[in-house]
């Protein structure tokens, strides 16, 4: 992958020639923050297709919506939301195959995963690896960082589901990180 390289020094000046259309300026947008957009879609959608469609629906509404933009926060995290916002969409509309409504179900909230010695890659892929709904409510919590009471709202499911999937997910990567530490010290 070659590495993104453009004339503007800064975000500012981008946003204010992309508000004016100068084609370039959307280019070297395009170009700056498609890769990085795309890697969090495909944390969402494990389909490759999928996560391009909605990066590229997304930074269209970035393009579009770019006025909205009152430079308060990063630029990148304000993308970042439009980009896990479409996925969510995406997701909501095929939700009865991902999640599970679980009343009462088993919580564990002080749950930690035992002290693995793991490379970020490593531990991207086990997620990746999650089946959807655990996923999808595990990068909102733990790597987005938001509540369970704003996951229930965003995907619409109650919030006792929220935490059920996250749960889930938890030990779910436990058993993947154990997996992987026994396999590491047989090498």
């Given at each position: 992958m ?9 975000d500012a000046?981008?946003i204010?020639d ?8 959307q280019?070297?947008l ?7 957009m795309?890697?969090v ?6 389909n ?28 990148e ?19 009865d ?8 179900a ?7 995963l ?19 709904g655990?996923r ?5 919590y733990a790597i987005?960082g ?5 996951i229930a ?19 779910m ?6 997996k ?6 047989r090498i």
């Amino acid at each position: 992958m070659r590495k993104f390289r453009s004339s503007y020094s800064d975000d500012a000046e981008l946003i204010k020639d992309c508000k004016k259309g100068v084609r370039k300026a959307q280019k070297a947008l395009y170009e700056k923050y498609s890769a990085r957009m795309f890697a969090v879609s495909l944390r969402y959608l494990k389909n490759e297709v999928e996560a391009e469609d909605v990066m590229v629906t997304a930074l269209m509404k970035v393009f579009k919506h770019l006025d909205s933009f009152k430079g308060k926060g990063s630029f990148e995290g304000w993308i970042r939301r439009i980009v896990v916002n479409e996925a969510l969409t995406v997701l909501r509309k095929k939700k009865d195959k991902y999640f599970e409504e679980i009343e009462n179900a088993d919580f564990y909230p002080e749950y930690q995963l035992t002290e693995a010695h793991l490379e970020a890659d490593d531990l991207l892929k086990m997620v990746a690896q999650l089946p959807t709904g655990y996923r999808t409510v595990f990068n909102l919590y733990a790597i987005e960082g938001y509540s369970h009471k704003e996951i229930a709202e965003k995907l619409g499911v109650s919030v006792s589901t929220s935490k059920s999937q996250l749960n889930r997910a938890r030990n779910m990567l436990k058993k993947a990180v154990q997996k992987h530490e026994e396999h590491s010290m047989r090498i």
